[in-house]
């Protein structure tokens, strides 16, 4: 096995090693453990929009921190999302920006923001809030956005902004195909349930000695420093599984 490597597909496995699970990561090859960390992370969605990938990294956003705040200071901005994290992000960029078109797909925020955020991004007059509305095209070169283009849904009319930074906020989806084949518990989203709710350890799936961190989590911050800290802690987490399982081996071997 070369490190880094693919995980391919997660299995129970079934043989008198000990290995409780079989990780597939291709040509054939299997890695045989007693315990999984499920560490895989999320991919954050992306515009169907042809030339995106051009202005990914300079113009694009998918986070709003000081330094985009920075970025955007007394401009036009579009935001697309209409979840909590939308709107976090358009109150924050409010704050910098000139004006926020927030652009949003479906009819109204209601359905997909929490009522004190609508409230808040109401109560921002330099807040636009764009409902039934798409991007059709982003207009520009070598990596510098120059115009936005989008599209009302419900009349067909297209409008074009001098925007140069287009902020991405609509889901993420979680790496989680490779388990498709061994029970672990998932939420609706696809992401890796844990903990108390399903009877499990903290950071424990429904899969004995299956743990998941960071991202993928259902529930988790998503944050590097999130994930930083459920990797540190997930380590007493295993070391407590396995010392379980040494004992409940131990225990079972002395039986007469
Ligand atoms: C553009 C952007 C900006 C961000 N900015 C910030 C910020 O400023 N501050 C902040 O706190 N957070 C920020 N975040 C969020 C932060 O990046 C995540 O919360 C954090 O990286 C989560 O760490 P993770 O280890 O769970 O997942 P990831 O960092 O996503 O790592 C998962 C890794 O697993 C690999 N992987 C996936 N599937 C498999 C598989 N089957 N086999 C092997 N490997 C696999 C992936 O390739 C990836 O390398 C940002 C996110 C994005 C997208």
Not at 140 to 158: F, I, M, Q, S
Request: hydrophobic share 45%; proline share 2%; aromatic share 6%.
């Amino acid at each position: 096995m070369v490190i880094p490597d693919e995980a391919k597909l997660l299995s129970a496995a079934t043989d008198a090693s000990g290995a409780r699970y079989m990780l597939d990561v291709g040509d054939g090859e299997t890695v045989r453990t007693r315990s999984v960390v499920i560490a895989s992370g999320a991919r954050y969605r992306r515009l169907d929009v042809a030339n995106l990938a051009q202005f990914e990294g300079t113009c694009v956003h998918y986070w709003a921190s000081p330094i985009e705040g920075r970025l955007c200071a007394s401009q036009e901005v579009a935001l697309v999302g209409a979840g909590n994290s939308a709107g976090q992000a358009a109150v924050y960029l409010a704050s910098h920006a000139r004006k926020v078109a927030l652009l949003v797909r479906g009819g109204s925020l209601e359905a997909s923001m929490s009522h004190y955020l609508v409230e808040r991004i109401r109560a921002q007059p330099n807040i636009e809030v764009l409902t039934g509305t798409e991007i059709e095209a982003l207009e520009g070169d070598e990596g510098n956005l120059a115009a936005v283009r989008w599209r009302n849904r419900a009349t067909g009319v297209e409008t074009t902004r001098p925007i140069r930074h287009l902020f991405l906020f609509i889901g993420a989806d979680p790496n989680t195909d490779w388990l498709a084949n061994c029970d672990v518990a998932l939420d609706a989203k696809g992401f890796v349930r844990t903990g108390a709710e399903l009877g499990s350890a903290q950071m424990e799936t429904s899969r004995s000695g299956v743990f998941a961190i960071g991202d993928v989590r259902a529930g988790s911050i998503k944050r590097v420093a999130a994930a930083v800290g459920e990797g540190a802690q997930v380590v007493a987490a295993l070391h407590a599984y396995l010392a379980r399982g040494d004992a409940d081996a131990s225990r079972t071997a002395g039986r007469p």
